[in-house]
Structures are given as structure tokens and as C-alpha cells.
């Protein structure tokens, strides 16, 4: 079964909003059995809307909208719907019932265009928000056998969610018999993709022909592979992944990080939790971003105590002890400064590691001894400090997340070498 | 002058990627007077490859590719782009050249693969990619008067972004006369999409008459407000967006905290800078957030001097003087907790302002009392020390970014409050 996303807004086409609705609907369709054929990005405009979805009902049997519910007039999607399936718009007492509770829910005041959210093509199915003021519309065209259906959801993304999960989804289900598609991912770090296909070339070649899919999915010092497999028996489709996912690993294993959409973060949370481990930050150039990176995991308070971002040299000195003379000779980007900053926040907070981070991140900055992307990340542990340099780039947001990565894998790979150990 | 996008990709469609090349080059053919007309993205599959290609130049003059270029064998735009222009790959002997040194320079061994993305069509312009080993291609059709422009670009977005940049506006420049199109934004924060618009609607009513668009960008908690015109003469253009924004900033400007594409961390770094302030956080629920968002800033560290990321209790007490009365009996996530670290984070770093949040981000640790979302935000300065409520959602990650949201508005509604006082 194909499907297929339009996203509706002038907003997407002038580039001052990122569609992450389209990813996010085809990691669900695809985890449904559902192929994404083609995700378009139109802008708000009558004859687009009616030109992309004649074009989709064309290729596919379920077209996905989203976007261009608001109750301002730039929002056009739910007119041109109505005028495109021939169906007048009425208002609808019970949506503006809830519509009327809501914003009563949240003591606020209706005004007369969220009253006009309520007006609604006649004919067709109204999917509740639970979450807004814009319903989601199910259009249904054809027989039993082979439907033909467009759904309209709203564009703020928590609301697109709840709706799929909890009415499209559903729907699309009992509509349609779909084969089962199962896929898994490893992320890999520290090697590049040219370098990850050459160690695996001969494997690779025969994969194919058992029916399984690998694909790279590269990003800055990571590459995350993913192996997937369709048919019409999950059993088959899973058996197969999985016996794909045991030979990469007995192949390229010592290069992966964490499986599946696990992030670094939540296999640095997942990998300090099981080896009992606590950890605290002293970050400069990073400025709490590897806190941020961790905190984001649900459950990091097992294993994160805190962080002391020293951005200022004279925290560096009060709150991590970091000499003065060092940093006086040394620079704040230093060996010297950044051990001492491990081994300070590690002391003061407790912790069985502690890392740190300073370097310059750009734009500006550098010297000729220390051009912008020089960064120094230490690390303080049980067996001591240790430091590395690394020289990156010169964008000051890819450098930051660069060094967030870097000093996250190096915790993993600290905790592995401990695994080993003790094996 | 109109312009497609066209994103290739298995890994979008698979929701494993979000594309953000798309929204990047749609602001800057948006800056220089091209309308992108429609953005697709589809897999890596040549037929659909050839199909999307002709639909699009079917509609507008210029269509930019990007991805599918990589090295690995799942990348097949290349070879696709070669047979549709009948152009034969063959290998270019400088490319090659280009490539073994960018292999030479980082001390990283070529591989065949890399050595195969010197074979290119025969015929197309080649656009030298400074940053990787996927060259850009210019591939033109049609006369002089109206030629139709085919340019595939490498995935990764700073290969993208820099190719873009050096070669491919350029050259749309050279090649077309484009009419002069100029936007401006407003940030407001505090003030939802309906009220926004209600409290404008009058005038509102008689912009697209002037040749002024609006458009409402929502986010949670903020409204981007765009005015954009466009003209054959770019001072029309400007005056009529410039006359609008006046006239906005008038009827709504008390809700406006920043201009432009100024984010609200890059607007709370000025406004610090201009009042001749400093700063440093708190965090708890917030992990380290507030101060990556500031430090995310060029030179933030005039104002910024440093964050205690205080995760755990002992944290709390021990780096910030938080009471253990206070947090045995109010807990952590309560009023006099915040403020004792609002002011100790002030008083500890020596700053104007400290600025401190302690929550319950979720998705567990909620009670009866104190349910996921319930967050408290204190901030000391030098009037005393405040604290908020807020009550927020039961998403991790939405009540962080939120919570970072309101924090950094707050100063900013402070600083504009010590600005009128002054004046």
C-alpha cells in the first residue's frame, strides 16, 4: 500500500519553518507497513492544493495532508477540500461545542474565527482534536474494495500526532490488509561511510537477493545504518533483519554505538545505568549542551548529577579550581585548563566521571596556534584525567554538536574498555 | 522567476531524516527574488527520479536536486541525472585530482568507491564541491531567452549550503533577470495566532490591496509575523514592507521581542549587551538548556558568565546554598527552591541577573500536586528575586524547550522595564 504527504503553508516554501511533520508521518506509516511514495510541499494556495492532491490520488490510494487549518485567512486547506470533494461547509454544533469548552477550558476568549473552525465540509468524517481548535477531516472516494482516501490534519505537529495516533491510524488498518515491513538500525561513530561500505562490500553484495534492504544514513561523525525487510509474514520479515543485524555486527560491531533509534545520549544513559556509573559536565565551549544532550533523557537522573558551565574564566577558577597561572600561560583552551576542569567538577559533584569541554567554537576567536575548531574535551574517571584535542571546523553551532558527540562516544567507549576488563 | 525543489532520498521517506536542505534554499532563492514553487522529495529510485524531474521542469525554469550522491551503492541520482541528459559518465581527471588531495589532506585512505565519484556526465558543468567528494552538476537546456536549469547537489547540507553559495545563485543571477521581492519579520511572544490577528484586523483587511502579504508563522508559545512585497523595482518593494512593519510595530509592537530572523536567545544577548548586563542560570528541569541556547550566540560571552546545571538535590545545596528545610519540606520543584537558586547563581557568578528553573518535565515523576508540566521559573536581579508558575504539557521535550522560551522572554520584559523606567 503507498501513500503519499502534502504539506500545505507559504511558510515551508519561504523556508522559515522545517517540515518535520512529513519524517515523523513516514517513520509511522512505515512501521504500519505503509511505503511513503512521495512527500510535496506546496504553498497555500487554492489551485496548488487541488493541482498536488489530483496528482497524489492519481499515484496512491491515501494522501495525507497536513497544514493550513489555522484560523487566520491565510489558512486555505479546508476550503479548498470542500469546493474539491463538492461538499458545502456547515457549521458542525458539536465540534463547536468543543471548541466553545476549550478555549473555556483554558479561560481564554473564543473570538468569531475559531467560532468559523468549526465550519465543516458536510459530508465528510470529522477526526476530534483533542489538542486544538483544527479538526482533522477524513475524505472517502471509491468502493470497498479500493478506496481512494484523503485525510486533512492540522500542521502544529504535536496535534498531527495525536490525531494519527489516535484516528488515522486506526482507520487505515481495518481499511486496508498491509504487508508487514520491519526494519532495525545501528548507529556507527568514528567511521566514515565510504570506510563502513568497504569493510562490508562482500556481505553487502548478497544481501539483495535475500530480500533485504540496507540503506546509510550519514551525519556529522556518525553514520547510522538501517536493514529492513518486507513481507507478507511479519515472521519472515523480522527473521530475516534480524539474522542481517547479527552478521553486521560480527563485521563492523566494534564501530557501533547503540541500536535502533537509540540515541548517543540514551545509550551513554543506558551504558552508565548498567555499570552503575554517575557523571557530571564542566563545559566551556559547549555551554551545557552535553547536559542538555543527556537531560533529555527520561530517566538521566540516575546517572547525572549536574553540570557547571564555565564560560567565564573566573568560574573556571571559583567553581572548578582550575589554576590561575594556567590558565594565565596555558590559555582557557588548554590540556592543563581542561583536565582540571574533569577532575574539578568530578571532586565537587561526586561523580564516578567527570568531562569536560573547552575549545573555540567560532566564528571568531582563533589564532594561528589555536584556530577556531580547536576544542580539548577531558575526561576524568577512575583510572585518572585524560584529555584529547580535536581539530574541527569553522561553524560554531556543527563544532558545538561535533564536540557533544565526540565526548559522548568517548564515555562509551570507556565504559566498553571497563566491560572488557572485567570480562 | 519560479524554482523547484526536489529532495532525494529513501531516508526522508522513511521519516529517518528530516530534510532541512529544502527550507534553507527555499529563503534564499526566497532573498533573491525566486518564488519556490513546490518542494518533492522522493527515494532513491531512478524511475522516480526521471518522473519527478519532468514534472517539475514541466512547471517552472530552475530545479535543484539535492542528495543521492554519495558514494555508497543505495545513491543513484547521479547516474539517473546521466542517462536522462543522454550524457555518458566518464572520468574527470581534475575531479580526481580534487578528490585524492582532499583524501591526501585529511590522512584518510581513498577508497574505489570515492575514486568512482570522479566519473561524471559528459557535458554537464561541473560545480567544484570545496567541502566533500560529491561534485555539484549544472545540467541546461533550452535557448538563451528561456533556458530550463537541472543542478543536483550533495545531501549534506553544509556541501549544499557552500555550493549554493559559490556557484549556483551566481550563476541564476547571471542567467535571469528576477524581480526584487523583500520580507521583513516580527517575533511576538505571549500573544496567540487569533488574538494576534484580531488585534489587527482592521488594518489587516487592506494590506494585500497595498501589495503587502502577511503571514502568521506559530510556534509554541511565539507567532512569527511576516510582511514580504514584491516589485520590479526593489525600493517599492521595500517601502510598502517597511510602511507595513511601522504601522504593525504601532498597533502591536508592545508583543514584538525581536526582530527579523533574531531568534529570542540572539535577542536577549543584545538587549543584555545594550543595557550593560550579565548573566548566569540555575537549571534544573532544563538540564543545561537555557545556557546552550544563549552560548549558541557569537560572542554571548559579554553577557554570559556560566550555568550551574543543578540536576540532583545535593547539587542544589551544595553549589547554589538551595536550603535543606526548604527542599525536604517544598520539594525541589517548588517556589522558595527556585528563588534560593535564582539568587544563589546570581550572588555565586556575580551577575545582573540569575535566572533559574526547576520542574517536572515528565513523561513520569508527576503527582496529585505537582503533575507533570508544573515548572518554576525564579529570576534575581537587581530588584529582588521573582518566581513563576507555569503549567505546561506532558512532553519531555516540549516543556524544556518551552520552559527556555518563557525564561529568556522574562528577561527580556525585564530589560525593556528597567528601558522605560529609564526613559
Known amino acids: 500500500m503507498l501513500a503519499e504527504v502534502i504539506t500545505i503553508g507559504d511558510e515551508l516554501l519561504l523556508g522559515q519553518t522545517i517540515d518535520t511533520n512529513s519524517a515523523w508521518m513516514g517513520a509511522e506509516l512505515t512501521k504500519h507497513g505503509i511505503a511513503l511514495h512521495r512527500i510535496t510541499s506546496i504553498s497555500d494556495a487554492p489551485a496548488e492544493i487541488t493541482a498536488a492532491l489530483e496528482e497524489a490520488m492519481s ?64 459530508g465528510c468524517e470529522i477526526l476530534p482534536n483533542l489538542r486544538g481548535t483544527a479538526m482533522g477531516m477524513w475524505f472517502q472516494k471509491g468502493d470497498e474494495v479500493s478506496p481512494k482516501v484523503v485525510v486533512s490534519l492540522p500542521g502544529v505537529p504535536y496535534e498531527m500526532k495525536g490525531l494519527m495516533e489516535e484516528e488515522v491510524l486506526p482507520r487505515v488498518q481495518k481499511i486496508w490488509k498491509l504487508p508487514k515491513r520491519y526494519h532495525r538500525t545501528v548507529l556507527t561513530q568514528g567511521i566514515g561511510e565510504s570506510f563502513l561500505s568497504a569493510l562490508i562490500e562482500d556481505w553487502e553484495d548478497g544481501l539483495e537477493e535475500r530480500g533485504i534492504h540496507i540503506a546509510y544514513l550519514p551525519a556529522p561523525g556518525q553514520v547510522r545504518v538501517r536493514f529492513s525487510a518486507v513481507d507478507d509474514l511479519e515472521d ?62 527520561p530517566g538521566s537522573s540516575a546517572v547525572f548529577q549536574g553540570s557547571i558551565v564555565a564560560y567565564a574564566n573566573a568560574v573556571k577558577q571559583q567553581m572548578l579550581g582550575v589554576a590561575a597561572k594556567d590558565l594565565e600561560v596555558h590559555g582557557a583552551v588548554s590540556e592543563p585548563v581542561v583536565m582540571q576542569m574533569a577532575k574539578g567538577v568530578r571532586e565537587k559533584l561526586g561523580t564516578t566521571y567527570g568531562l569536560a569541554t573547552s575549545g573555540i567554537a567560532g566564528p571568531s576567536g582563533g589564532t594561528a596556534l589555536k584556530p577556531v575548531g ?50
Chains 1, 2 share one sequence.
Open 59 to 122: 499515484r496512491v490510494d491515501l494522501v495525507l495532508v497536513t497544514g493550513g487549518l489555522g484560523p487566520t485567512r491565510d489558512d486555505l486547506t479546508k476550503e479548498t477540500l470542500a469546493s474539491f470533494f463538492g461538499m458545502p461547509l456547515v457549521m458542525n454544533e458539536q465540534v463547536l461545542n468543543q471548541i466553545t469548552h476549550w478555549f473555556e477550558n483554558r479561560g481564554m476568549e473564543m473570538l468569531p474565527v475559531n467560532r468559523d473552525q468549526a465550519m465543516l465540509p458536510e
Open 236 to 297: 519472515a520479515a523480522v527473521r530475516r533483519v534480524e539474522e542481517a543485524l547479527e552478521e553486521f555486527l560480527e563485521l563492523a560491531g566494534q564501530h557501533v554505538v547503540a541500536l535502533d533509534e537509540m540515541s548517543l545520549p540514551e545509550a551513554v544513559v543506558q551504558s552508565l545505568v548498567e555499570n552503575n556509573c554517575t557523571i557530571a559536565t564542566a563545559e566551556s565551549c559547549t555551554g551545557g549542551s552535553i547536559a542538555a544532550s543527556i537531560t533529555a533523557v
Open 374 to 423: 580547536t576544542i580539548w574535551v577531558g575526561l576524568a574517571g577512575p583510572k585518572g584525567v585524560v584529555a584529547r584535542k580535536f581539530q574541527l571546523g569553522d561553524h560554531r553551532g556543527r563544532n558545538v554538536s561535533k564536540t557533544v558527540l565526540l565526548a559522548l562516544a568517548w564515555i562509551l567507549e570507556d565504559l566498553k574498555q571497563k566491560d572488557s576488563q572485567r570480562s
